[in-house]
């Protein structure tokens, strides 16, 4: 069987299932994670609002299936196929290279599976930032990659013009989230923001994703 990537089920450490930023409207199950009388991990499901859409997990109840977008923290790459896929789009810091990668790769043909009987339970970050100040900016500083990438890859596959239209919503509600909240003087949220229009306006302007911590 040809494939682009294999994935199994990746579960944060809340119990919720980690996954891909995607380039189709889907909603993710939410899931809970709660321990029984005999100590056993159990998972339930919660029913939102958003069960008519189709989810980003295959169904549970299959073993194998095809996926639009996987998430990297777990993958299997098909080493064949990686140099005719193109590899991965070296623009990218963090976040969206694994979905432009399922997106490129599906354009050829080759699907993403994921393997439901395969559970992968994550730790959280593992990484120990006691400085809160250093911390903060670890936490802006993925904020601000999680913008820049996310329009990037929507411009690079759907072009400026629909890019645009997405984005500067975005980019007026960021802007007024700024200006309220320094108007009630929240230093810790205007600095958050501030990161998040660097991040678009630096992506909508072509530059690279160069913001390290």
């Not at 790459?77 to 976040?95: P, S």
């Not at 006691?130 to 411009?155: A, C, G, M, P, Q």
């Not at 984005?167 to 501030?194: A, G, M, S, V």
């Amino acid at each position: 069987m040809e494939f682009a990537v294999i994935t199994g089920t990746v579960i944060l450490c809340l119990g919720v299932f980690q996954i891909s930023k995607t380039f189709e409207k889907q909603k993710p199950t939410k899931v809970y994670m709660f321990i029984d009388s005999n100590g056993n991990r159990v998972y339930l499901e919660q029913k939102t609002f958003f069960d008519n859409f189709k989810y980003r997990q295959i169904n549970k109840n299959i073993d194998v299936g095809s996926i639009e977008s996987i998430h990297g923290s777990f993958m299997f790459i098909n080493k064949k196929r990686f140099k005719e896929i193109g590899q991965f789009d070296k623009n990218f810091f963090l976040y969206f290279e694994e979905t432009d990668y399922c997106k490129r790769a599906l354009s050829k043909n080759l699907k993403s599976y994921q393997i439901n009987s395969v559970k992968v339970q994550t730790q959280g970050r593992t990484v120990i930032i006691k400085n809160k100040k250093e911390r903060s900016r670890l936490d802006n500083v993925l904020i601000w990659h999680f913008i820049w990438s996310k329009y990037y890859f929507t411009k690079k596959n759907y072009g400026t013009m629909i890019s645009l239209l997405i984005f500067l919503p975005i980019l007026l509600r960021i802007t007024c989230k700024i200006i309220f909240y320094q108007f009630i003087n929240k230093e810790k949220l205007i600095e958050r923001y501030q990161f998040r229009l660097n991040g678009l306006m630096r992506s909508i302007m072509g530059k690279s994703s160069n913001l390290r911590p």
